[in-house]
């Protein structure tokens, strides 16, 4: 089974090919743009493992939360695929993603998601099987709710952006945190490759993204209770 991924949710860009259990991946830390490197990637990995597109059973895609721009990126380019090659579209978790990326067994996942908020989420991860401990959500950092029990690993950017006020909030329940793990697209390879197999790819008119929040936008009065610049 061939299998591609994209994740671009992040400024860590990446594309990776499954190939019958085997990964392998193009990766970039790219702060602005960096849309034009998703194709050349793709179809470089497709040579180096001397396959057509044709040869492709599926396409998966970081659906988010994360960056509005990149979310619709990796998903139009999924819909592209899964249209114009026929098949199916499987849309992953960044959260997910980022959860099993970091190699934790309980991982607490936490991206930035700007106006003063964080997208989290924690997973017990057993293999590339993750079982949800607290479902995705947006909240400000000092609202996040701790996870049961302690030794869980925080990771994301959302604990660069706002360390004090997570660490106050998830306080002994962690027990470390890598604030420099993204996303990546092989981490999205191993959540769609066994939901590919068991025939839960959709048809790719009806992939989206997952924002979590409803609203991209706030008030300058909602700005300044959060914190926020006028």
């Known amino acids: ?5 994209f994740e671009s949710s992040s400024r860590r860009l990446s594309v990776a090919l499954w190939q019958d259990g085997a990964l392998s991946e193009r990766a970039a830390d790219v702060p602005n743009g960096g849309s034009e490197r998703l194709l050349p990637w793709l179809t470089e990995l497709l040579s180096d493992a001397q396959l057509a597109l044709s040869d492709l059973d599926g396409v998966a895609f970081g659906a988010g939360p994360g960056g509005f721009t990149g979310l619709r990126l990796s998903c139009g380019l999924a819909q592209g695929l899964g249209l114009g090659l026929d098949l199916p579209v499987l849309a ?7 959860a099993l990326a970091s190699g934790a067994d309980k991982a607490f996942a936490c991206i930035d998601a700007r106006m003063n908020e964080v997208y989290g989420a924690a997973y017990l991860v057993r293999g590339d099987r993750l ?3 607290v479902a995705p959500f947006c909240a400000p950092p000092s609202a996040v709710a701790m996870p049961p029990a302690s ?23 962690l027990i470390g945190v890598r604030s420099g793990l993204w996303p990546t697209a092989a981490a999205v390879a191993r959540l ?3 939901r590919l197999a068991r025939g839960e790819g959709v048809d790719a008119g009806l992939a989206a ?20 610049l006028k």
Do not use: Q
């Open 1 to 5: 089974m061939n299998l591609i991924a």
């Open 92 to 98: 992953v978790s960044t959260l997910e993603a980022l």
């Open 131 to 133: 079982e949800t401990v």
């Open 151 to 173: 030794g869980w690993l925080g990771c994301g950017d959302g604990f660069a952006s706002h360390p004090e006020l997570l660490r106050d909030a998830l306080g002994a329940a």
């Open 192 to 194: 769609a490759a066994p």
């Open 209 to 228: 993204p997952l924002y979590v929040r409803d609203k991209v936008a706030l008030t300058t009065a909602e700005r300044l209770a959060r914190g926020g």
